[in-house]
Protein backbone atom coordinates (compact mmCIF):
# COMPACT_ATOMS: atom_id res chain seq x y z
CA UNK A 1 0.00 0.00 0.00
CA UNK A 2 1.45 3.44 -1.08
CA UNK A 3 0.31 7.07 -0.18
CA UNK A 4 2.27 10.40 -1.46
CA UNK A 5 3.18 13.34 0.43
CA UNK A 6 4.02 16.42 -0.74
CA UNK A 7 6.47 19.32 -0.12
CA UNK A 8 6.22 22.52 -1.11
CA UNK A 9 9.06 25.31 -0.93
CA UNK A 10 7.65 28.04 1.17
CA UNK A 11 10.91 30.12 1.65
CA UNK A 12 12.19 33.01 -0.88
CA UNK A 13 15.62 30.89 -1.48
CA UNK A 14 16.65 27.10 -2.02
CA UNK A 15 15.88 25.24 1.01
CA UNK A 16 18.32 22.13 2.21
CA UNK A 17 16.16 19.62 3.23
CA UNK A 18 17.02 15.45 4.36
CA UNK A 19 13.68 12.91 4.64
CA UNK A 20 14.32 9.85 6.89
CA UNK A 21 11.27 8.18 9.06
CA UNK A 22 12.25 7.40 12.92
CA UNK A 23 10.98 5.00 15.36
CA UNK A 24 8.80 3.07 16.35
CA UNK A 25 7.93 0.69 13.53
CA UNK A 26 10.26 2.63 11.02
CA UNK A 27 11.27 -0.40 9.31
CA UNK A 28 7.82 -1.54 8.40
CA UNK A 29 7.70 1.67 6.08
CA UNK A 30 9.96 2.67 2.63
CA UNK A 31 9.93 5.85 0.83
CA UNK A 32 10.99 6.79 -2.56
CA UNK A 33 11.04 10.83 -3.34
CA UNK A 34 11.99 13.14 -6.38
CA UNK A 35 12.82 15.74 -3.79
CA UNK A 36 16.91 15.69 -3.98
CA UNK A 37 18.67 17.55 -1.17
CA UNK A 38 17.17 21.16 -2.07
CA UNK A 39 13.74 22.41 -2.94
CA UNK A 40 13.71 25.86 -5.01
CA UNK A 41 10.97 28.70 -3.72
CA UNK A 42 7.28 27.56 -4.58
CA UNK A 43 8.50 24.11 -5.92
CA UNK A 44 7.07 20.92 -5.09
CA UNK A 45 7.82 17.62 -4.82
CA UNK A 46 6.75 14.09 -3.55
CA UNK A 47 7.50 11.76 -1.05
CA UNK A 48 6.03 8.03 -1.83
CA UNK A 49 5.34 5.57 1.28
CA UNK A 50 4.93 1.99 1.13
CA UNK A 51 3.97 -0.10 3.80
CA UNK A 52 5.14 -3.02 4.23
CA UNK A 53 5.24 -4.93 7.65
CA UNK A 54 6.85 -8.43 8.91
CA UNK A 55 4.13 -8.51 11.18
CA UNK A 56 0.39 -8.35 12.09
CA UNK A 57 -1.03 -5.09 13.91
CA UNK A 58 -0.84 -1.84 13.61
CA UNK A 59 2.68 0.00 12.94
CA UNK A 60 3.04 3.56 13.35
CA UNK A 61 6.39 5.42 11.85
CA UNK A 62 6.88 9.32 11.61
CA UNK A 63 8.44 10.37 8.33
CA UNK A 64 10.61 13.46 9.42
CA UNK A 65 11.78 16.33 6.58
CA UNK A 66 14.51 18.32 8.53
CA UNK A 67 15.08 21.14 6.52
CA UNK A 68 16.55 25.06 6.56
CA UNK A 69 12.98 26.71 7.41
CA UNK A 70 12.73 28.12 10.98
CA UNK A 71 10.37 25.22 11.84
CA UNK A 72 12.38 22.35 10.88
CA UNK A 73 11.54 19.53 11.07
CA UNK A 74 8.29 18.60 9.81
CA UNK A 75 6.70 15.86 10.62
CA UNK A 76 3.78 13.44 9.21
CA UNK A 77 2.90 10.65 11.25
CA UNK A 78 2.36 7.46 8.87
CA UNK A 79 0.01 4.06 10.16
CA UNK A 80 -0.62 1.51 8.76
CA UNK A 81 -2.62 -2.38 10.28
CA UNK A 82 -1.42 -5.84 9.03
CA UNK A 83 -3.63 -7.95 9.09
CA UNK A 84 -2.28 -12.12 9.23
CA UNK A 85 -2.61 -14.32 6.69
Known sequence: VSQTVKLTGTLTTNMTIVIGFTEPNQTD?????????????GHQC????????????????????????????QTVVVTGTATGN
Open 29 to 41: FSFTTDCGSSLGA
Open 46 to 73: EVNVTFHPQLAGMHTATLAFTDSAANSP
